[in-house]
């Protein structure tokens, strides 16, 4: 059975940081693409990050670059989003999401995507 279970959100204050950790299990986690989308109240998928099998590789949109940092620890299944320097814009349910082979389109689209996580809450207000 295929999981992935976000956790690490919360409440913070503008300027803020967090780290978000997704355990995953129940497929070969190393060969995967592993991304984080984001939903911010009343919008659309946003994505905000990815990362390619062995971790060299990493995207991001202009809206998070300079500030957040995806990485992945292969021998735990786990993958990890540094938060810094949050602002309200940030705010929204983030997710982590899996692809089999290289998504780099559509992203914003669950569709596009091989297993997705429930999710946790970031709120940056003060």
């Known amino acids: 059975q295929v999981q992935l279970v976000e956790s690490g959100g919360g409440l913070v204050q503008p300027g803020g940081s967090l780290r978000l950790s997704c355990a995953a299990s129940g497929f070969t986690f190393s060969s995967y693409w592993m991304y984080w989308v984001r939903q911010a109240p009343g919008k659309g998928l946003e994505w905000v990050s990815y990362i390619f099998p062995g971790g060299r590789t990493t995207r991001y949109p202009d809206s998070v670059k300079g500030r957040f940092t995806i990485s992945r620890d292969d021998a735990k299944n786990t993958l990890y989003l540094q938060m810094n320097s949050l602002s309200t814009e940030d705010t929204a349910v983030y997710y982590c999401?899996?692809?089999?082979?290289?998504?780099?389109?559509?992203?914003?689209?669950?569709?596009?995507?091989?297993?997705w996580g429930q999710g946790t809450q970031v709120t940056v207000s003060s």
């Open positions: 999401a899996a692809a089999g082979n290289w998504q780099y389109a559509n992203l914003n689209a669950k569709t596009s995507y091989d297993y």
